[in-house]
């Protein structure tokens, strides 16, 4: 009893084999059918592979506290001992000498590293012995988040480069990293402009140029396929150089401003429900589809036997 109340609601009841007819017709519009299911789910599995990327702009409420601008850079002719580094911003910082996070590498003129500057504090001898050398400086400063500058130059340190350098310094210089935000990214796995300055030398003009760098600051936020999220901050970079007047030692500005704009880039890949459920349509509607085209193909042949040749099936 209760299987012939289970059959009575089989939605796929079964024809018997010789009551049905194979047709050519058939058998073309089945292996169009089959080729172009193939075709679709092959489309459909490339898409559930492939990850989907889009990025989107919006305003970012202030969310306070500093930010950290890193830099790499070697300067062939600046002796570190007259090497300084000041922050000014429309704050009203200001501040000479900054020493807190940068590590200065004596060069020798191969541009070889020999020794480390651990103090602003030398010797006369000590002078002397570094006035041809070059120095590379390593390191990060915290600046906050409104219009300011930090440049490199010898301002802090002008009675020595007066006592040792006769009053002249160079500030030719190579760049070979210049970043924003506490964790360096690999530009080549994050989309975007993160660090443009990096690799630009500046070595072959008057040895009493000063060197600006206008710098924007873009908040940029990286999600990815496992909705994690990635702060980090894109830089785009304008320079601009000019001859120093004789009253004044040459620097390397670096001016930045913060975008109020944030960007925010986008990693998805779909679910394997979205996955399936498209499958599901694909050979469903191809299947009916392509039943629907049979039955119109069949009984058009069937009214063109009777009617023209005068013919039953």
Known sequence: MLGATLRRVDFYRKVPN???EPTTAGAIISILCGS????LLCSELLSFIQVE??????????EGGKLRLNFDMTFPQLPCFVFSL????????????????????????????IGVLTSDQVSDAEAQSMREEGCNAQGFVY????????????????????R???????VHHIIHA???GEVPLDPAQFPGSLRPLDGLERTDTDPLTTYEYWVDVIPTVYSNTRLKETKAYQLTAHTHQFKTAAQYPPAVYF????????????????????FLTYVCAIIGGVFTVAGIMNSILHNSIVAFQKNVLGKTS
């Open 18 to 20: 010789d009551l049905t």
């Open 36 to 39: 172009f299911m193939l075709f």
């Open 53 to 62: 990327k889009s990025s989107e702009m919006y305003v970012q409420q202030d």
């Open 86 to 113: 000041d922050v000014l911003d429309i704050m009203g910082r200001h501040e000479v000498g900054v020493s807190q996070g940068i590590n200065r590498t004596r060069l020798n003129a191969q541009g070889e590293p």
């Open 143 to 162: 600046v906050n988040k409104v219009p300011g500058n930090f440049h490199i130059s010898s301002h802090g340190q002008q009675h020595m480069v007066q």
């Open 164 to 170: 040792y350098l006769g009053g002249v310094t160079n």
């Open 178 to 180: 210049f970043y924003a």
């Open 255 to 274: 001016r930045y401003q913060l975008s109020p704009i944030t960007v925010k880039f986008n990693s998805r890949s779909k679910s394997f429900a979205h």
